[in-house]
């Protein structure tokens, strides 16, 4: 059976009395896969990998169990037909799911409620059909990415783990990215920004008289505010702020190319290492959110990084975590992920604790010292130790509540003369008694503010009962808002929506203009021309709006539809290794499901909260890609792992 695989490997193609002989070693010996020794896991990982393309991709002919003078036959294209619809069951019941959860979107957008019509079912279908084929054309694409290299073929860009390598892939994407640096000139700062550099420098601002405050990560706080205060000595905070974007933008695409470096040696082929190149070097929304003073774009090259070291443990099963440098990498970029973004610290620790189930028993506790590392940096040392001390006061409880506060609202706002005093009392006792006429479908930033006040902490409890009973009440109506604020992780864009650009994927250039806040002055900011910057930001937003530009820049594709075409292919595989990849993507898969807490989806604030799902997509097409999710093995592969043109042409 080993000599009839390799000449098939040699041969490069699959003729259909080898077909037999492979189906039945996979369906008669299952226990084939139980196997540890490393020739016996080679084979098996390979001749599942060819039944995994014959029995999955539409261009594979299915053959018959019959024989005739000991040549398979085709089988009649009813029966072909039907075994491939049983093989794609899966994927009609996730389309299906997609397509009815857009069309809700689209309904709660539209008009508010979910209240199902016949034009409602129509698009559920039809969004549905798209789905369908969006994930064919992808496992298409990913089919014709992950061909074998041709052994001698040489390239110019090889994508060697050296030094050198990754010089190249740096270079190249610095210089894609440096116009947008150029035009915006002095950099880019945000409204969020404004409010933490005003508070670094004792300032009013929308939170405090002047204090500092953990609303916003105090270590972000105090990064922006070193360098406008070391613009400030070298000539003016704007210099500070262009220093920033410049080393930001350096240090991120040195992170995202050690990302396409580390995606080659795991096995991904030279033809999908140059299409994510491309694609990090010329799809706008890199440089265009790498660059600016923001939170977020501090988090973007930890996140990518740390997406790597857990690809790693997976592929290893732990044991590259024995080496002490990666494992104190590991805590380090755990540590940064939690002091960079609010829901980095949940993020690190859920991560690391899937994790565990891949590790060997001897290291799992390693991954629980950087579990136990994050949770007292963040849950003890600061905010019982470091704030008190440095006179930070710590964030509000309103955002960690804004689903339930949204839910109460509209609860008030459509059912308010019909609930309980009590029940009503309690709510307005927390959100305000003109809660109802603040309520907006898509965003709770209405509904919670932005400023807690401490004396309402009292009212909590009576708050939570009264919740649970609206619960009990009106459970549609709580679904109804929920899904209204995700909305946009939902709904795809269409050119007759009014509000078409809550659904895309903008971008921010307008803070180039320093001034646009009370108290820049008082931080050494001046005013700025934003006419390049204008410029820049109108071409994109109009190449997003034109139909092509519509399914790239889609919101809703790039979270909810790549997060569930990656996570569909890995349990695809969970016969032989799709666990492991699944676990490879766990920061993906885990990021996201973060998305679902957004007090708002559809605003251009909103974006930064899902631009990590796009830095990171490459690496998890990669981790589909190869061939086997084992360390020995580093020979580029694919969704499939041969060519079938034999096959077809039959």
């Known amino acids: 059976l080993y000599g009839e695989v390799v000449d098939i490997h040699v041969d490069d193609r699959i003729r259909p009395h080898r077909m037999e002989v492979m189906y039945h070693l996979i369906d008669s010996h299952p226990s084939l896969w139980r196997e540890r020794s490393a020739t016996t896991a080679e084979l098996v990982g390979f001749l599942h990998n060819v039944n995994y393309e014959a029995r999955n991709m539409n261009e594979v002919c299915m053959f018959s169990r019959s024989e005739r003078n000991g040549v398979a036959t085709r089988s009649v294209w009813p029966v072909q037909w039907l075994d491939w619809t049983k093989r794609r069951l899966g ?29 409602g079912l129509v698009h559920g279908l039809c969004y549905a059909a798209i789905a369908f084929m969006f994930v064919l054309l992808l496992e298409l694409g990913m089919r014709w990415l992950s061909r074998e290299d041709d052994a001698q073929a040489t390239y110019r860009i090889s994508f060697r783990h050296n030094f050198r390598g990754w010089g190249v892939l740096f270079l190249i994407i610095v210089l894609c990215w440096m116009p947008y640096v150029i035009a915006l000139y002095p950099g880019v700062m945000w409204y969020d920004t404004s409010n933490q550099l005003l508070q670094w420098n004792h300032l009013p601002n929308l939170f405090t008289d002047g204090q500092l405050t953990d609303h916003h990560p105090i270590a972000d706080t105090a990064i922006f505010g070193l360098f406008v205060q070391f613009g400030n000595l070298i000539g003016s905070g704007d210099l500070g702020i262009f220093l920033y974007t410049m080393i ?68 290893s099963r732990g044991e590259v975590l024995r080496r002490t440098s990666f494992w104190g990498t590991l805590i380090g970029l755990a540590l940064a992920l939690s002091l960079t973004k609010k829901t980095g610290m949940y993020i690190a620790i859920l991560v690391c604790l899937l994790l565990v189930a891949v590790t060997r028993r001897g290291l799992r506790r390693r991954l629980i010292v950087v ?78 503010g932005y400023v807690w006040d401490s004396e309402k902490d009292r009212y909590l409890l009576p708050y939570a009962k009264a919740w649970l009973q609206g619960l009990a009440e009106h459970p549609l109506t709580y679904v109804e808002a929920f899904l209204g604020m995700e909305s946009a992780w939902l709904a795809l864009p269409n050119a007759g929506d009014e509000h078409v650009g809550d659904l895309l994927m903008p971008v921010y250039a307008q803070g180039t203009n320093h001034s ?67 676990l490879g993507v766990t920061p993906l898969v885990v990021s996201y499901c973060f998305l679902w807490i957004s007090p708002v989806s559809g605003s251009i604030e909103s974006m930064r909260y899902m631009v990590p799902q796009v830095y990171i997509m490459p690496l998890a097409f990669a981790v589909l890609a190869v061939r086997s999710m084992g360390t020995a093995t580093t020979q580029p592969a694919g969704i499939q792992a041969v060519d079938t043109k034999e096959v077809v042409a039959s």
């Open 91 to 119: 994927l009609m019941a996730l389309s299906l799911v997609l397509g009815i959860l857009a069309a809700c979107g689209e309904m709660l957008r539209s008009q508010g409620d979910l209240v199902w019509s016949l034009v």
């Open 248 to 315: 930001q933008t350096v240090v991120t695409a040195s992170a995202m190319a050690y990302c396409l470096l580390y995606m080659r040696r795991i096995g991904a082929s030279h033809r999908l290492c140059m299409a994510a190149l491309a694609f990090v070097s010329l799809f706008p929304i890199f440089p265009m959110y790498s660059s600016p003073m923001v939170k977020d774009s501090l988090f973007l090259p930890i996140m990518v990084l740390f997406g790597v070291q857990c690809v790693e443990i997976v592929r």
């Open 371 to 448: 579990v136990a590392a994050v949770a007292a940096v963040m849950m003890i040392m600061l905010p019982k130790v470091v704030f008190p001390l440095a006179d930070v006061a710590p964030g509000g409880k309103q955002e960690m509540l804004s689903i339930p506060f949204q839910q109460s609202a509209r609860l008030l706002r459509y059912y308010g003369d019909a609930i309980l005093k009590e029940q009503r009392d309690a709510i307005e006792r927390v959100l305000g008694e003109d809660v109802a006429q603040r309520y907006a479908v898509t965003s709770a930033d209405a509904v919670k």
């Open 516 to 582: 646009f806040f009370e108290g820049h002055e008082q931080l050494g900011l001046t005013a700025s021309d934003t006419t390049m910057a204008s410029r820049v930001e109108h071409l994109i937003d109009w190449a997003e709006r034109t139909p092509v530009g519509m399914m790239l820049f889609s919101r809703a594709i790039w979270t909810t539809w790549m997060t569930a075409f990656v996570v569909y292919e890995c349990l695809r595989r969970r016969r032989h290794d799709g666990w492991l990849r699944l």
